[in-house]
Structures are given as C-alpha cells and as structure tokens.
Nanobody, 127 residues
Framework: QVQLVESGSGGGLVQGGGSLRLSCAAAGTFSSYAMGWFRQAPGKEREFVAAISRSGGSTYYADSVKGRFTISRNNAMNTVYLQMNSLEPGDTAVYLC???????????????????WGQGTQVTVSS
C-alpha cells in the first residue's frame, strides 16, 4: 500500500501564461508503482493529464497538455512531479496523483488502472 500527498509551489494560484510545479510524495515502495496525474474541474469528469512508468523511462500525456506539462519522478526521493508551463484558465482544476502496482511495463491513462489516490491539490489559473 502507498499513501500519496500532493503539494504545489506558489500556493496553487497563478496567472495565465505562468508556471507551477506540483509534487506528490509517497510513503511506501515507490519504485514499484507506475504513477499518474489526473485533474477534475467543477462539474466535469476526472480526466487524465500525464503518467510515468516505474523507472521513469516512459511518459504519456493528454493531448491538451502535451508540450506544456512535464511529468518526472525521483525514486530516491519517493516523489513524482508535474511541471506545468504556459498555464491557461482551462487548466484550473483539482489535480490528483495516483499510483498503480498493476501496471508493469509502462503507464496508463485510465483512472480505473490506478489503485491509490491522493487527496488532490487545487490549481487556479487566472486570465
């Protein structure tokens, strides 16, 4: 089992065009889990943002964030990151990190493939 705690630089509030880095710290055998970031805006369904394999060698992105967001992980620090650049008001949401022990060779964009979830951290992008 793994426990996940998200946090964001700058308090989670940024102007459009700005940058923010989210961190997700894990308690557990971190390198045994593929990791993902998802987001959920008010009144909308949860959507995939980015995912990374256990080793960090494979990454996946939603089309809406490709080229703007970067997912990375530091297995020695038990932490996964989401660097978000060129933020837009449409990126406003609660961002959640997720961990999966079932995904072995890569990562997944499907929320059903993830077993553990953090509480989420609010990101608000002003126009």
């Amino acid at each position: 089992q793994v426990q996940l705690v998200e946090s964001g630089s700058g308090g989670g509030l940024v102007q459009g065009g700005g940058s923010l880095r989210l961190s997700c710290a894990a308690a557990g055998t971190f390198s045994s889990y593929a990791m993902g970031w998802f987001r959920q805006a008010p009144g909308k369904e949860r959507e995939f943002v980015a995912a990374i394999s256990r080793s960090g060698g494979s990454t996946y992105y939603a089309d809406s964030v490709k080229g703007r967001f970067t997912i990375s992980r530091n297995n020695a620090m038990n932490t996964v990151y989401l660097q978000m650049n060129s933020l837009e008001p449409g990126d406003t949401a609660v961002y959640l990190c997720a961990a999966s022990a079932r995904i072995v060779g890569g990562a997944s964009s499907r929320s059903a493939d993830y077993d553990y979830w953090g509480q989420g951290t609010q990101v608000t992008v002003s126009s």
